[in-house]
């Protein structure tokens, strides 16, 4: 019966059944589509970004995004890129549920996390939750493509949609190490952090711990140290340089176009491609037909039921 509802609800809404086929990371073509931001061609990303409509085939260009959500430990970097000033930060207002984070430890990155378990954005969330609770959930878009393809495919995005630049950034995993943690720590204890004062980050640091006085600053140190063992803390071989990575910004609504862009087979990301000659027309597609306006939004119902 349900099947034959569905089946109804698209006829009368003059649609094709959900599709079944998907991109294949294996056909995304590293010359269309290159790994490092600063080597796209703008106006060729920005033909690219829409040309899935036009290309004769949409169900082949398909990327399928949901919400997911991770133990933080089976998370992977896709960059090295982190201070340890900002992540112990996090980690100091997680312990003590404080602006900004209220909740404590883990929540919503509002980024993209590969099929591989790569995190695209958010790096500085995650590594302060593994600090304090790596088992904790962290939540994400779960995209069904591998890391390296995934932030080709963004980079593109980034550049030919959003019309964003690269974000120049410093740090790596050596500083997440007992000795520049400790520094770091004593900083806070003696100056405060954020907002929070000195006598805030001692209390902080003693009901993590269980330990007072003294010694829950190198019992604190001691648990960061721990809890990161678990943790894979190295960037992948295809990892770029910050500024060669994705900008994907969730407060400028990026990330919820993205997250449309991907599902619905927008971004042309494997052939048949669409015609050499077709430029791209952004007032065209943005005016797209109300009739398909509406066939997206019963995909995604259907999609939301299934």
């Given at each position: 019966m349900k099947k034959l509802l569905t089946e109804r609800f698209q006829e009368l809404a003059g649609i094709k059944p959900l599709y079944t086929e998907k991109a294949d990371p294996g056909k995304v073509d590293p010359q269309r589509f290159p790994q490092k931001l600063s080597a796209i061609d703008k106006e060729k990303a920005t033909k690219y970004s829409d040309d899935g409509d036009f290309d004769g085939e949409k169900e082949d260009d398909i990327i399928p995004v949901s919400k997911g959500s991770y133990a933080t430990s089976i998370l992977k970097p896709s960059q090295s890129s982190m201070e340890i000033n900002k992540a112990l930060a996090f980690a100091i207002h997680m312990m003590s549920k404080t602006h900004p984070f209220t909740d404590g430890p883990g929540g919503d990155l509002n980024a993209f996390i590969s099929s591989d378990n790569y995190i695209m954005d958010g790096?500085?969330?995650?590594?302060?939750?593994?600090?304090?609770?790596?088992?904790?959930?962290?939540?994400?878009?779960?995209?069904?493509?591998?890391?390296?393809?995934?932030?080709?495919?963004?980079?593109?995005?980034?550049?030919?949609?959003?019309?964003?630049?690269?974000?120049?950034?410093?740090?790596?995993?050596?500083?997440?190490?007992?000795?520049?943690?400790?520094?770091?720590?004593e900083e806070f204890l003696a100056a405060g952090v954020w907002g929070m004062k000195p006598e805030q980050v001692?209390?902080?640091?003693?009901?993590?711990?269980?330990?007072?006085?003294?010694?829950?600053?190198?019992?604190t140190v001691k648990k960061f140290v721990?809890?990161?063992?678990?943790?894979?803390?190295?960037?992948?071989?295809?990892?770029n340089d910050r500024i060669d990575m994705p900008v994907i910004d969730d407060k400028e609504g990026h990330v919820k176009v993205a997250v449309d862009k991907l599902n619905t087979g927008d971004v042309d990301v494997n052939p048949p491609y669409a015609p050499a000659?077709?430029?791209?027309?952004?007032?065209?597609?943005?005016?797209?037909?109300?009739?398909?306006?509406?066939?997206r939004k019963v995909r995604q119902i259907l999609r939301d039921i299934k």
């Open positions: 790096h500085h969330r995650w590594i302060s939750t593994a600090m304090v609770a790596p088992k904790t959930a962290i939540e994400g878009f779960r995209v069904d493509f591998p890391g390296k393809e995934l932030v080709a495919i963004l980079n593109t995005l980034t550049k030919g949609e959003f019309n964003k630049a690269g974000k120049a950034a410093t740090g790596g995993f050596d500083q997440f190490q007992e000795a520049p943690m400790k520094a770091k720590l001692q209390t902080a640091i003693e009901e993590f711990t269980g330990v007072e006085g003294e010694g829950a600053k190198d019992a721990t809890n990161l063992s678990g943790m894979t803390l190295q960037a992948p071989s295809w990892a000659g077709r430029t791209a027309d952004k007032a065209a597609v943005a005016g797209l037909t109300e009739r398909k306006r509406l066939s």
